[in-house]
């Protein structure tokens, strides 16, 4: 009983220790007896004791990894700083295990020599308007190099290009002129603009005035000719209310009477009354014509 015990302990020591879950995202590289043997997924395996060991645990997430800055040189001699971010995923854990000896320090070697070599293409204006470029070609040289170490290099970014500090100052410098160029363009603009906009509103204001003074004037002069009309008018209804009437002699020598009186009352300075009250309608009407002449 006692030798049935000690086997139980003996074997929980063995087979539970050899037990091994692999989570999610993960794989283990197993060896037997010194070589590679399998590689385990996620789920529940088991290890041969004393033979096979766990070689290498690979995470298969996305990895991203910030390089220190690399002094790089220009077409055109300039030198200056660039640090790099890789993202990678590793697809192939036995490569990635036995393809190169420590990985990352694989990478971010390759990285330099690769961003150092595309840059010297490169003249400083080109390189700092060019980062798209530059991402796309350092992934597609990354990538085809790691692939032999089961590393798959998904993307590539220049994080900071830092030129000397008098090419900052001078580039400074030359954005500030172009900013305050833009400036001086757009203030004249705006000036130009206003200019154009005061000048037609005056433009406007005089037609509308000489519209409205037009206007006055057609009606002043309808005004004048309605009233002259109207005037007219009276004077022939009155002449025909008159004849309407049947007037006699002695109304006729009245209405003479009025007519001297009007044509005396400050224009004349002697009035000449005939004999004969009879024809004094007649002189009336011929002296109101010579004052009309006169007129």
Do not use: C
């Amino acid at each position: 009983m006692d030798i049935l015990v000690i086997l139980l302990i003996l074997v929980g020591f063995i087979i539970i220790p050899n037990v091994k879950v692999v989570p999610q995202a993960k794989s283990y590289v197993i060896e037997r007896i010194g070589s590679y043997h399998k590689t385990w997924e996620n789920g529940l395996h088991f290890k041969m004791p004393f033979i096979d060991r766990i070689s290498n645990r690979v995470i298969l997430k996305e990895i991203v990894k910030d390089f220190a800055p690399q002094p790089v040189i220009t077409k055109d001699n300039v030198t200056m700083q660039i640090d790099t971010v890789v993202y990678f995923q590793i697809t192939d854990a036995k490569l990635y295990t036995y393809g190169v000896e420590n990985p990352i320090n694989a990478i971010e070697n390759l990285t330099a020599t690769t961003l150092r070599n595309i840059i010297g293409e490169l003249e400083l204006d080109q390189t700092l308007t060019s980062r798209d470029i530059i991402n796309s070609k350092m992934r597609s040289i990354l990538d085809e190099a790691t692939d032999p170490w089961g590393i798959k290099i998904t993307r590539v970014e220049l994080k900071n290009i830092l030129p000397p500090r008098e090419i900052q100052e001078a580039m400074e410098k030359q954005m500030r002129a172009e900013r305050e160029r833009r400036e001086a363009i757009l203030r004249a603009e705006g000036e130009k603009r206003s200019s154009i906009l005061i000048a037609e509103g005056e433009k406007e204001s005089a037609i509308l005035r000489a519209e409205a003074h037009r206007e006055s004037q057609i009606r002043t002069a309808e005004g004048e000719a309605e009233a002259l009309l109207k005037v007219k008018q009276a004077e022939a209804d009155s002449i025909r209310l008159i004849k309407e009437a049947g007037a006699d002699q002695a109304v006729l020598i009245l209405k003479s009477l009025e007519a001297l009186k009007d044509i005396a009352n400050g224009q004349a300075t002697k009035i000449i009354v005939p004999s004969d009250l009879q024809n004094l309608a007649t002189l009336g009407t011929t002296i109101s014509e010579m004052f009309n002449e006169k007129k």
